[in-house]
């Protein structure tokens, strides 16, 4: 699986956007962007993912960028409750048999 | 309704002793997995079965034996604990094997071995 780097924090006024940055310039294909999140002392939860296009959902959006080596993920209205980590990974479906590697993610403090 | 939950959720326990966590899942999902998450927070996935069958290995030591008696329930058997074992443990499911669908995780046990 390709390996992702996410700047190890960020702040975020309640309220505003949150942009969270990923590159993974070495991400292939048939591989895949996920975005999971880890609120303190819970399991991680699944945000979003995306092959190519943009994607929208309750929670965030994703804009991957056209040649796919980077993206990010937008929180459009930030809450105390978004502070988490965020983790950023790459994966293939099928050939990867849902195996998620985590890396060290973004620490993502949301401030009032 | 908990979708996957976890048993016990802190376990403490001496070096040595043997000792089980229970997962089960109550989503219809056929694929489970055992993650490990160390002190520097990193997670890692450790196992993953599909309709009962072990599909990934990650080179765990063998003291660790995850058994699934029905597609809604993986157990952890840890035998021999040792302290580096000590970690948080998730336990995740997806509806398919090398489904590209979100992997829901369970709320994590705490093991810590003294």
């Known amino acids: 699986d390709a390996k992702t780097t996410q700047p190890t924090s960020m702040d975020c006024a309640e309220g505003r956007a949150a942009n969270l940055p990923c590159n993974h310039s070495t991400i292939s294909g048939n591989e895949y962007v996920y975005w999971y999140r880890q609120i303190h002392s819970q399991g991680p939860q699944y945000i979003i993912h995306?092959?190519?296009n943009n994607e929208t959902n309750e929670m965030a959006s994703l804009i991957i960028t056209e040649d796919r080596k980077s993206s990010t993920l937008i929180l459009p209205h930030a809450t105390l409750r978004d502070t988490a980590v965020y983790y950023c990974i790459v994966a293939a479906g099928g050939t990867s048999y849902g195996k998620l590697t985590f890396g060290q993610g973004t620490i993502l403090t949301v401030h009032p | 309704d908990t979708a996957v939950s976890q048993t016990p959720k802190y376990l403490v326990t001496q070096m040595g002793n043997d000792k089980s966590i229970k997962c089960e899942q109550n989503?219809?999902?056929?694929?489970m997995y055992w993650y490990k998450q160390d002190s520097k927070k990193f997670l890692k996935i450790m196992f993953s079965y599909n309709n009962k069958e072990l599909i990934i290995n990650e080179t765990v030591p063998n003291r660790f034996s995850p058994k699934s008696p029905d597609k809604a329930h993986l157990n952890l058997h840890i035998n021999s604990l040792e302290l580096g074992d000590s970690a948080v443990y998730f336990c995740?499911?997806?509806?398919?094997?090398?489904?590209?669908?979100?992997?829901?995780f369970g709320p994590g046990t705490r093991l810590t071995v003294l």
């Open positions: 989503l219809g999902h056929d694929t």
């Open positions: 995740a499911s997806s509806p398919t094997l090398g489904s590209i669908n979100e992997q829901f």
């Open positions: 995306g092959l190519k």
